[in-house]
């Protein structure tokens, strides 16, 4: 189903990734609103509509969440575990979008229900065109339950 705009919520205490990630959404040509949480803590509060988000209306969940590993405050495996076990996020797309290489942290991931895994590419090129793909499949191919749903 098409929708007027998707929001991603990217879990990214990384600047240039930021950026690069913004790059990658803006090639895609989808309607996107791109919500940043540079901590753990921060993603949390945006999900569950606490702290600086408490006005938020949590049936409004995101399309998409891009989640980095390595965070401030609450770790990536940590707010996914916390996702996963509350009724209202359990069902959101959740990619793992990270440096690591740890094949543990791979494991952690599948294991707490990460949707997907990838390794963040070093190469600008590499990251835009991963990205790119990540949005033409979670916003345009795939279908999948709750995401944006009031």
């Known amino acids: 189903m098409k929708r007027d705009m998707y929001t991603v919520l990217l879990v ?5 990734d930021e950026e690069l990630t913004r790059l990658a959404f803006k090639e895609c040509k989808f309607p996107y609103e791109l919500v ?22 949590i049936r409004d969940m995101p399309h998409l969440t891009l989640l ?42 599948y294991s707490f229900g990460a949707n997907s895994y ?18 033409l499949y979670w916003m345009g191919l795939s279908e999948h339950a709750c995401a944006g749903r009031k």
């Not at 949480?37 to 209306?57: E, I, V």
């Not at 940590?78 to 076990?85: D, G, S």
């Open 12 to 16: 990214e205490d990384n600047a240039d």
């Open 36 to 57: 940043v949480a540079r901590d753990g803590q921060d993603a949390l509060d945006y999900l569950f509509a606490s702290g600086k988000y408490s006005a938020r209306d």
């Open 68 to 109: 980095d590993l390595k965070l401030p405050k609450v770790n990536g495996l940590e707010v996914l575990k916390r996702v996963r076990a509350d009724a209202r996020t359990r069902l959101l797309p959740v990619v793992v979008l990270t440096s690591s290489k740890e094949e543990q942290d791979v494991i952690d991931s």
């Open 118 to 135: 990838i390794q963040k590419p070093v190469s600008f090129n590499q990251f835009i065109d991963t990205v790119g793909k990540l949005a």
